[in-house]
C-alpha cells in the first residue's frame, strides 16, 4: 500500500514539473530584459537669451542588451531646441509644448552607458518653465520606462521676472442705472506665466464700489472672503477675486472681467480698488513693480442730489484706455448675446501673445474698441447700456500626455514664485 502510494505521488509530481515548466521558462525569459535609465539635467540658473549647453546619460541596467535607444524631450514655451539633431523628429502640440524625439543606434549591455549632448534656448519670455524626458528601448515608449529613474521633470525657474499691473475702469450713470465695468490683469512682461508648482495662482482683486451692487459676475470671478475664494460665482458680493481657468498669462495679454453694477437710491460719486495679486491675496514674487498693482473703479453718479461722495470721481490718469497695454496696441472685440441681470456672465478671456491683439469673448452685451497707451492702468469710460471691450479666450492651459505629465498644482502657504 505504501509503495503503491509513493509511485503515485512520483507520477503527480512529474506531471506537475510539466505543467510547471513552461511558466517557468516565461519567468526566465522576463527576468532577462534591459532597463535604461537616465541622468538629470543640471537645474543651475538658466538665464534668458542663452543657448545652454547640457547632455543626458543613458544607461543600461538592466540584465540583456538593449538594442537601441529612444528618447522623448518635451518643453513649455519658454523654452526653443536651437537647432535640428539628427535622428530627432520635432513636433509642437496643440498646448505650444515642443518635442523632441529622438532615436539613437547605440547597443548597450548590462551596465554599459552612453552620453548625448543635450541644447536648449532660452527665449526671452521664459520665466516658470518645465522640461520633461523619458528613455526606452528602441521601438518602446520612452514616457514610461521600466523604473522610476526612466523618466524625469526638470521646473526651471528662470533668472527674469513678470510685472503684472492691475487696470481700471470709469462709469457714469444715475441712481437706479445700471452700469458696466471692466477690471483688468495685464501682463507687461518681459516673462510669462504658467505657474505649475502652486494653486494660488496670478489673480485680480476687485471690491465693488460703495453705493453700488453687483447684478452681474463674470464665471471666472469667485467671492473673496478672509480664507481667499468661495466659489462658485455669484452677484451680490462686495468682493471679488478673478483668474483665468488655464492660469496662463502671455506677455502684453490683459485677462478682462466685465461687472454690471446698479446705482443705489442715494448714492453718489464712488470708487474702489482693482489688485493685482493671486488667488490667495499673496503679491507673487516674480512681479518686482509694485507702482501699478493697483487701480481704480470709478463711478460718475449724476442726476439730481448726486455729487462727491466716498469716491474720488476720477481715476488716475483716466480718459484714454489701456486694454492694449503699456505698448500702444489697440484690440477689438466681437458682441454676442447679453445676459441677463442678476446672472452671472461668461468669464472674458486675454487677448493674445503679442501686444494688444484680441478676439471677441462670450458673455459680451455689444461692442467696443479701445486704443492703448494709458500707462496708469485706466480702461475707457463707459456710461449706462455700454460694455467696453472684452476680449477673447486665452491659450489651454499645458497639460502634457503620453505619461508626461507636469506635477499637479497644490496649494501653499506663501507663493513659490
Not at 74 to 91: D, K, N, Q, V, W
Amino acid at each position: 500500500m505504501r509503495h503503491r502510494i509513493s509511485s503515485v505521488s512520483a507520477v503527480a509530481a512529474a506531471l506537475l514539473a510539466v505543467a510547471l515548466a513552461p511558466a517557468v521558462q516565461a519567468h526566465a525569459d522576463d527576468a532577462a530584459a534591459p532597463a535604461l535609465v537616465v541622468s538629470e539635467l543640471s537645474s543651475d540658473p538658466w538665464k534668458p537669451g542663452e543657448v545652454r549647453t547640457d547632455s543626458l546619460t543613458f544607461t543600461n541596467q538592466g540584465n540583456a542588451p538593449a538594442d537601441g535607444v529612444t528618447m522623448r524631450l518635451r518643453i513649455t514655451r519658454g523654452l526653443a531646441f536651437p537647432e535640428h539633431a539628427a535622428g530627432c523628429t520635432y513636433s509642437t502640440d496643440r498646448d505650444q509644448v515642443s518635442v523632441a524625439l529622438c532615436h539613437f543606434d547605440e547597443v548597450l549591455d548590462p551596465g554599459e552607458h552612453f552620453t548625448a549632448p543635450i541644447n536648449f534656448k532660452v527665449l526671452p519670455k521664459a520665466l516658470m518653465e518645465n522640461v520633461e524626458y523619458g528613455t526606452g528601448t528602441a521601438g518602446g515608449n520612452p514616457a514610461s520606462g521600466s523604473t522610476a529613474l526612466s523618466y524625469r521633470s526638470l521646473a526651471v525657474t528662470a533668472d527674469s521676472t513678470a510685472d503684472l499691473a492691475a487696470v481700471g475702469d470709469t462709469a457714469k450713470g444715475k441712481p437706479g442705472d445700471q452700469v458696466t465695468v471692466t477690471a483688468g490683469l495685464r501682463n507687461d512682461g518681459p516673462g510669462w506665466i504658467d505657474n505649475n508648482t502652486s494653486d494660488d495662482q496670478p489673480a485680480v482683486m476687485v471690491d465693488i464700489p460703495k453705493g453700488t451692487t453687483a447684478v452681474e459676475v463674470p464665471k471666472d470671478c469667485q467671492p473673496f472672503t478672509i480664507d481667499g475664494p468661495s466659489g462658485p460665482s455669484a452677484p451680490g458680493k462686495r468682493k471679488y477675486v478673478c483668474l483665468p481657468a488655464d492660469h496662463i498669462y502671455e506677455v502684453g495679454s490683459l485677462h478682462a472681467y466685465k461687472f454690471v453694477l446698479k446705482i443705489e437710491k442715494g448714492a453718489k460719486d464712488t470708487s474702489s480698488e482693482v489688485k493685482a495679486t493671486s488667488a490667495y491675496d499673496i503679491h507673487p514674487v516674480f512681479d518686482k513693480n509694485p507702482a501699478n498693482d493697483k487701480a481704480k473703479l470709478v463711478i460718475d453718479v449724476t442726476g439730481p442730489g448726486s455729487g462727491s461722495g466716498t469716491g474720488t470721481g476720477t481715476s488716475p490718469g483716466s480718459g484714454s484706455a489701456s486694454a492694449g497695454g503699456s505698448n500702444g496696441g489697440s484690440s477689438a472685440g466681437s458682441p454676442t448675446a447679453g445676459t441677463t441681470a442678476g446672472s452671472s456672465t461668461a468669464s472674458t478671456g486675454t487677448s493674445g501673445g503679442t501686444h494688444g491683439q484680441s478676439t471677441g469673448g462670450a458673455g459680451t452685451t455689444g461692442a467696443a474698441s479701445t486704443t492703448g497707451g494709458d500707462a496708469t492702468g485706466t480702461m475707457a469710460s463707459t456710461g449706462a447700456g455700454n460694455t467696453p471691450l472684452i476680449t477673447g479666450a486665452g491659450a489651454a492651459a499645458v497639460a502634457l500626455g503620453g505619461g508626461l505629465v507636469f506635477a499637479l498644482r497644490r496649494r501653499h502657504g506663501a507663493k513659490v514664485r
